[in-house]
């Protein structure tokens, strides 16, 4: 997803992808500065010439890149033709980004020993083109045409598109001490140039900063989570797990699923954030709960899949939904948010107490598996068609590629389709929101849920059971059963609906060599002829998708399985949070074995890095090898036998602190002192969403 040499940072929904110099270029695609779903700088260049050896050019010597932003190290070519010419300056550019825009510090230090003169020059352009127009990320749309400006200011200029909806986007450019040099712009582009000199005093280094601020902004909504996980095994990921969701956070209060191309608010990949993260961040759940409750569909509209009681499956910003060009503000092409949003619901209740469950949430879960409900077929199976439209979506699932739901043979499914792991999302919201009926006085309507379960768990079984694999099928379609081996069941041990006494033998099937690797599990068999482990969703292995499944192995009591899921998903997250070059937490591998590839070290080149539910995986690995729980109203903790080292980790439960700590085979759950940083009490807590502006 990032070209090789570039890197990225990531803060408060704004992203900076620069190049091998650490600067934003023309020339290198899918570099630039993006916020609001609109690219508002495609070039913000610091150029350095010595002006002693004009032509000695600059030479990468290292980068770090992490929560902080991107640090890219340069050194001064060698003015001279032999070997032993001395390279005069060591140059270093600090790329870092908030909610306002982008700040490039660029230090140098002159190793020479006279006093050095260098020529600094600040280049920045816009056509302010919304990201569906930018191509690399996405297939290129059509242009829209847009009034460019460009203003003298101090130090720089301000640059501004209009687009013909009538809202103006603007980046305003400075380079400190530095005089403006150039500023114009033609129907396309707008630019300014501005330049300053810096004399640098032998073995000394002098700095200048350029910056670019943004605007519109988005209010920013307070969310504090602070998730406390130690593991000795894997030293310091579970802080960089909290670094990357901390980077990804939008305004709104969820995390963005991944950076570059969606740092946007996906539905499923919210609620999945929060369900790996309930026990230690229910903030963080309540947060995104909170937030796609209040953008939950009360009416139909045939363009978005909007329908009452559905949660969107996406939510994007810039100019083109309001010129109808995007029916992505929301979109709500998705089978699994509303049923995940509902299970996830239940689970924070019964986490944080029901009582923390306002009227305003319950109303919405009652909502979402209401539609859960009424798009089922008679015994309660979940299916969907495809989006009939130009940008629609063909398959609803979180494996949502155009070719991701296929027979062994390659055979793509036909519609209407059913998804194994849906089905098993549906049945826990009808368990856990029949729950929070009981809770609340409404057995007529906990038991409707109940019996609606049940048929869903008999038909599951009877319907996508495969004998001669012993485990589920990927989906059913129109035409039977899409008799596929993937890893879609693994979601279904966690959402309960697999009977008893099949999950032994659905677990065993997860952990045949054709389906585990050593980064954890491939999304589809490689005993298919259609495997591919370079595809996006048929062969390759994610992160998330792994836990989930160690989740669902916790769930049955197989702490075999989930140790053999937690240690490959733990050390592969590792392997990528430890590299200094590197963000980590990718959204995907390649799924090859470890006799192919250095497993978890080769990037995909599909792969968002970081990705929210990938950071939020290291959680989910920490729930299963825990075997967190709880009962009558107290958390437990049931860890793997085997699993490795020491654990410690704080709860969070009905209001109260805890402490679980695991080491020599067993785990010991005690309540600290302090209260939980949820607050249950508080009516005020779900206005803690602002509406934001609809013309970022």
């Given at each position: 997803?990032?070209?090789?040499?570039?890197?990225?940072?990531?803060?408060?929904?704004?992203?900076?992808?620069?190049?091998?110099?650490?600067?934003?270029?023309?020339?290198?695609?899918?570099?630039?500065?993006?916020?609001?779903?609109?690219?508002?700088?495609?070039?913000?260049?610091?150029?350095?010439?010595?002006?002693?050896?004009?032509?000695?050019?600059?030479?990468?010597?290292?980068?770090?890149?992490?929560?902080?932003?991107?640090?890219?190290v340069l050194v001064g070519g060698a003015p001279g033709e032999g070997r032993g010419d001395a390279r005069r300056f060591l140059l270093q550019k600090a790329v870092s980004v908030d909610g306002n825009g982008v700040i490039v510090e660029t230090t140098l230090r002159n190793y020479t020993s006279d006093e050095r003169a260098v020529d600094v020059e600040l280049t920045a352009a816009s056509a302010f083109?919304?990201?569906?127009?930018?191509?690399?990320?996405?297939?290129?749309?059509?242009?829209?045409?847009?009034?460019?400006?460009?203003?003298?200011?101090?130090?720089?200029?301000?640059?501004?598109?209009?687009?013909?909806?009538?809202?103006?986007?603007?980046?305003?450019?400075?380079?400190?001490?530095?005089?403006?040099?150039?500023?114009?712009a033609d129907c396309e582009i707008a630019k300014t140039t501005a330049e300053r000199t810096l004399q640098i005093p032998s073995g000394e280094s002098v700095s200048v900063v350029a910056t670019a601020k943004l605007r519109p902004t988005r209010e920013r909504v307070d969310l504090e989570f602070d998730p406390s996980v130690s593991m000795a095994s894997v030293p310091n990921l579970f802080a960089a797990?909290?670094?990357?969701?901390?980077?990804?956070?939008?305004?709104?209060?969820?995390?963005?699923?991944?950076?570059?191309?969606?740092?946007?608010?996906?539905?499923?990949?919210?609620?999945?954030?929060?369900?790996?993260?309930?026990?230690?961040?229910?903030?963080?759940?309540?947060?995104?709960?909170?937030?796609?409750?209040?953008?939950?569909?009360?009416?139909?509209?045939?363009?978005?899949?909007?329908?009452?009681?559905?949660?969107?499956?996406?939510?994007?910003?810039?100019?083109?939904?309001?010129?109808?060009?995007?029916?992505?503000?929301?979109?709500?092409?998705?089978?699994?948010?509303?049923?995940?949003?509902?299970?996830?619901?239940?689970?924070?209740?019964?986490?944080?107490?029901?009582?923390?469950?306002?009227?305003?949430?319950?109303?919405?879960?009652?909502?979402?598996?209401?539609?859960?409900?009424?798009?089922?077929?008679?015994?309660?199976?979940?299916?969907?068609?495809?989006?009939?439209?130009?940008?629609?979506?063909?398959?609803?699932?979180?494996?949502?590629?155009?070719?991701?739901?296929?027979?062994?043979?390659?055979?793509?499914?036909?519609?209407?389709?059913?998804?194994?792991?849906?089905?098993?999302?549906?049945?826990?919201?009808?368990?856990?929101?029949?729950?929070?009926?009981?809770?609340?006085?409404?057995?007529?309507?906990?038991?409707?849920?109940?019996?609606?379960?049940?048929?869903?768990?008999?038909?599951?079984?009877?319907?996508?059971?495969?004998?001669?694999?012993?485990?589920?099928?990927?989906?059913?379609?129109?035409?039977?059963?899409?008799?596929?081996?993937?890893?879609?069941?693994?979601?279904?041990?966690?959402?309960?609906?697999?009977?008893?006494?099949?999950?032994?033998?659905?677990?065993?099937?997860?952990?045949?060599?054709?389906?585990?690797?050593?980064?954890?599990?491939?999304?589809?068999?490689?005993?298919?002829?259609?495997?591919?482990?370079?595809?996006?969703?048929?062969?390759?292995?994610?992160?998330?998708?792994?836990?989930?499944?160690?989740?669902?192995?916790?769930?049955?009591?197989?702490?075999?399985?989930?140790?053999?899921?937690?240690?490959?998903?733990?050390?592969?997250?590792?392997?990528?949070?430890?590299?200094?070059?590197?963000?980590?937490?990718?959204?995907?591998?390649?799924?090859?074995?470890?006799?192919?590839?250095?497993?978890?070290?080769?990037?995909?080149?599909?792969?968002?890095?970081?990705?929210?539910?990938?950071?939020?995986?290291?959680?989910?690995?920490?729930?299963?090898?825990?075997?967190?729980?709880?009962?009558?109203?107290?958390?437990?903790?049931?860890?793997?036998?085997?699993?490795?080292?020491?654990?410690?980790?704080?709860?969070?439960?009905?209001?109260r602190r805890y402490t679980v700590r695991y080491g020599d085979g067993s785990a010991v759950v005690a309540p600290s002192c302090s209260p939980s940083a949820t607050a249950t009490d508080d009516p005020e807590r779900d206005s803690d969403h602002p509406e934001v502006t609809i013309d970022g």
């Amino acid at each position: 997803m990032i070209p090789d040499g570039c890197a990225l940072a990531v803060r408060d929904g704004v992203v900076c992808v620069v190049g091998e110099a650490g600067d934003v270029r023309p020339d290198r695609l899918k570099t630039g500065l993006y916020a609001n779903d609109t690219q508002y700088l495609e070039e913000f260049s610091v150029r350095v010439t010595d002006r002693d050896a004009p032509e000695s050019g600059w030479d990468r010597l290292d980068r770090r890149v992490g929560s902080d932003g991107v640090a890219t190290v340069l050194v001064g070519g060698a003015p001279g033709e032999g070997r032993g010419d001395a390279r005069r300056f060591l140059l270093q550019k600090a790329v870092s980004v908030d909610g306002n825009g982008v700040i490039v510090e660029t230090t140098l230090r002159n190793y020479t020993s006279d006093e050095r003169a260098v020529d600094v020059e600040l280049t920045a352009a816009s056509a302010f083109r919304h990201v569906f127009e930018c191509p690399g990320y996405f297939v290129a749309r059509d242009p829209v045409e847009r009034e460019v400006t460009a203003a003298d200011r101090e130090s720089g200029a301000r640059l501004a598109g209009t687009s013909p909806d009538g809202t103006t986007r603007s980046a305003t450019i400075q380079l400190d001490g530095a005089r403006t040099a150039a500023v114009e712009a033609d129907c396309e582009i707008a630019k300014t140039t501005a330049e300053r000199t810096l004399q640098i005093p032998s073995g000394e280094s002098v700095s200048v900063v350029a910056t670019a601020k943004l605007r519109p902004t988005r209010e920013r909504v307070d969310l504090e989570f602070d998730p406390s996980v130690s593991m000795a095994s894997v030293p310091n990921l579970f802080a960089a797990a909290e670094d990357t969701l901390r980077a990804l956070m939008l305004p709104e209060g969820v995390p963005g699923a991944g950076a570059p191309r969606f740092v946007a608010p996906f539905g499923r990949d919210a609620l999945l954030v929060g369900l790996q993260t309930l026990p230690f961040a229910p903030d963080l759940t309540r947060s995104a709960l909170t937030y796609f409750a209040g953008r939950q569909a009360s009416t139909a509209d045939p363009d978005t899949l909007a329908k009452p009681g559905k949660i969107p499956h996406e939510g994007r910003r810039g100019d083109l939904p309001a010129l109808g060009r995007s029916i992505r503000s929301p979109y709500y092409g998705t089978v699994d948010a509303t049923p995940l949003f509902a299970a996830l619901v239940a689970a924070y209740g019964e986490w944080a107490g029901e009582q923390a469950i306002t009227d305003e949430l319950y109303a919405a879960a009652v909502d979402a598996v209401e539609w859960t409900i009424a798009v089922g077929d008679e015994d309660g199976v979940l299916w969907y068609e495809p989006h009939d439209h130009e940008h629609g979506l063909t398959h609803q699932g979180w494996k949502d590629s155009a070719r991701a739901i296929a027979r062994p043979d390659g055979t793509a499914a036909a519609p209407p389709i059913a998804l194994a792991e849906v089905q098993g999302y549906a049945y826990r919201a009808l368990r856990g929101v029949s729950e929070l009926a009981a809770g609340r006085g409404d057995d007529e309507f906990g038991a409707r849920l109940d019996e609606r379960a049940t048929r869903l768990r008999g038909a599951f079984d009877r319907e996508f059971w495969l004998p001669d694999e012993n485990c589920y099928a990927l989906a059913l379609d129109a035409d039977g059963t899409v008799d596929a081996v993937a890893s879609n069941q693994g979601h279904a041990l966690w959402g309960g609906i697999v009977p008893a006494e099949r999950a032994d033998n659905v677990i065993d099937r997860l952990l045949r060599p054709d389906m585990l690797t050593d980064a954890g599990l491939r999304t589809f068999s490689a005993s298919h002829d259609a495997f591919d482990p370079l595809s996006y969703h048929r062969g390759s292995v994610w992160p998330h998708d792994t836990s989930i499944a160690a989740m669902g192995c916790a769930r049955y009591g197989r702490e075999d399985a989930a140790s053999a899921l937690v240690d490959r998903g733990l050390d592969v997250l590792a392997t990528g949070a430890t590299d200094p070059g590197r963000w980590g937490f990718p959204e995907l591998l390649v799924g090859l074995d470890g006799t192919d590839v250095d497993a978890g070290r080769v990037q995909h080149p599909d792969s968002c890095e970081p990705a929210a539910w990938s950071a939020g995986s290291a959680f989910g690995f920490a729930q299963a090898a825990l075997g967190l729980d709880v009962e009558n109203g107290t958390p437990v903790a049931d860890p793997a036998a085997s699993l490795d080292g020491t654990m410690e980790a704080t709860l969070h439960c009905r209001g109260r602190r805890y402490t679980v700590r695991y080491g020599d085979g067993s785990a010991v759950v005690a309540p600290s002192c302090s209260p939980s940083a949820t607050a249950t009490d508080d009516p005020e807590r779900d206005s803690d969403h602002p509406e934001v502006t609809i013309d970022g």
